[in-house]
């Protein structure tokens, strides 16, 4: 049930579903949408809706299409649009010292086409006031980059990029925690301890056994001791490799004038 008058759409309105008398159609809008406002909207001119659920039941046994037509209208008009053409963001909000720092990255043309090929300038500060730079390229087959030995801190980043000349950013922040993992537990795990020692051919003590671990400490026989020595040598330092050099080059020019090379 509509009711008669005349309709006038706002501009940018889209009609999704236009009025009908029996089997003529009009050019009145039934339902029209608006999405490229700053408040996204939808009018639907008419009342009992429900009945089209009813009908659809009883054709079909069903209310998948009047349930989606609701369920898709109420997140298009609902949904906050990401409007911005380069995104860059980390994959976690937290990682661990140690771990590479994954930033994921899109880039978009002016009609929200998919972009690669372009590079991407990354600059990372910490709280320090620290700045690392970076850039890379993100592929069809890479949209992704990885930074690693990031100590820890919280980091704010921004990423840009120029497309059409005209350059375009993002930027945001993450943490990198220090996990120490002895902290996690601080009682003695004795049943890792006696798989330990069996694995590396050892022996297990227990405080009550003091005595016997030193006896068996003083009595074994010490293993021998090996040492070893490392010393970085030059090669410019090695004279005799340079008179070498010299006499066999001396040499080749004695052979190529004495033959007529030159």
Do not use: C
């Not at 009908?20 to 009992?48: C, D, F, H, M, Y």
């Amino acid at each position: 049930m509509t009711p008669y008058g005349d309709y006038r759409l706002q501009p940018g309105s889209e009609v999704v579903l236009w009025q009908q008398v029996g089997s003529i159609r009009t050019a009145k809008p039934l339902l029209a949408l608006n999405v490229t406002s700053p408040r996204k909207t939808a009018v639907l001119a008419g009342e009992g809706l429900w009945g089209w659920r009813l009908e659809e039941y009883a054709l079909t046994d069903k209310q998948e299409v009047v349930d989606e037509l609701i369920q898709k209208v109420i997140q298009l008009i609902s949904v906050k649009e990401d409007r911005r053409k380069l995104r860059v963001y980390p994959i976690r909000n937290e990682f661990v010292a140690g771990e590479k720092v994954i930033f994921e990255t899109e880039l978009y043309n002016d009609i929200y086409e998919r972009l690669y090929d372009k590079p991407v300038r990354l600059e990372i500060s910490d709280e320090k006031g620290v700045t690392r730079s970076f850039n890379y390229t993100p592929t069809a087959a890479n949209s992704r980059f990885e930074i690693s030995r990031l100590p820890e801190g919280a980091y704010r980043f921004k990423a840009s990029v120029t497309l059409n000349d005209k350059a375009e950013q993002s930027s945001g922040q993450f943490v990198v925690r220090d996990l120490q993992l002895e902290a996690l537990n601080t009682t003695a795990d004795h049943g890792m301890l006696r798989q330990l020692a069996q694995q590396t051919g050892g022996q297990f003590f227990t405080a009550s056994q003091t005595d016997e671990l030193v006896r068996k400490l003083t009595t074994q026989s010490h293993p021998a001791r090996l040492t070893s020595t490392e010393e970085m040598n030059e090669l410019i330092n090695w004279r005799w490799l340079f008179f070498v050099v010299l006499t066999l080059a001396a040499i080749e020019w004695g052979l190529r004038k004495f033959y007529g090379g030159y």
